[in-house]
């Protein structure tokens, strides 16, 4: 099992979220693949108006919140994160990131694992390549942050993720 899906499946223990036994792979019903997509992209549009603001902080929370998501909703599915290549190549056009993230959040509308992931490998490629961050710092910090939300000791902001940005 992939090491964020565990997190992301420690999460949905602690907090209550049901989620299918891992590697049982059951289909999410089209009301939850709905909300899902909606959560999806309102954490895009999010991304996409700190990538217009140009807040590196603010990029990486919600390229780390997209593929927190996207691993909730294999979670969910009982699957494991699945080995996909993410295409995006820096050319300089933060247009293409905007697209790449569009094309792949839109994808999700599917409900399928393999695209979750390809979300999942995108977050992944863009938070070293465009951002310039550690992506497994984040992620952990992010859960960490998750977790102590629901035991009524973190505070309603994200964590410091400067952290993560390296130098």
């Not at 420690?10 to 289909?27: I, K, L, R, T, W």
């Amino acid at each position: 099992m992939h090491k964020h899906l565990q997190l992301v499946r420690e999460f949905h223990q602690q907090y209550g979220v049901a989620q299918a036994e891992f590697s049982e792979s059951v289909h999410l019903a089209d009301m939850d693949v709905v909300r899902r997509q909606a959560l999806l992209l309102a954490c895009g549009s999010e991304t996409c108006n700190a990538i217009a603001e140009g807040d590196l902080l603010k990029i990486l929370a919600g390229l780390i919140d997209l593929a927190y998501n996207a691993v909730a909703a294999i979670a969910c599915r009982g699957d494991d994160i699945a080995s996909v290549s993410a295409n995006w190549r820096q050319d300089g056009s933060v247009l293409t990131v905007v697209r790449q993230l569009s094309d792949k959040i839109n994808a999700c509308t599917s409900g399928e694992t393999v695209h979750y992931s390809g979300l999942y490998a995108l977050c992944e490629q863009l938070t070293r390549g465009f951002v310039n961050a550690d992506f497994d710092q984040a992620f952990r910090l992010v859960h960490q942050h998750l977790i102590g939300q629901t035991s009524g000791s973190g505070s309603a902001h994200l964590p410091d993720l400067s952290v993560a940005l390296y130098e």
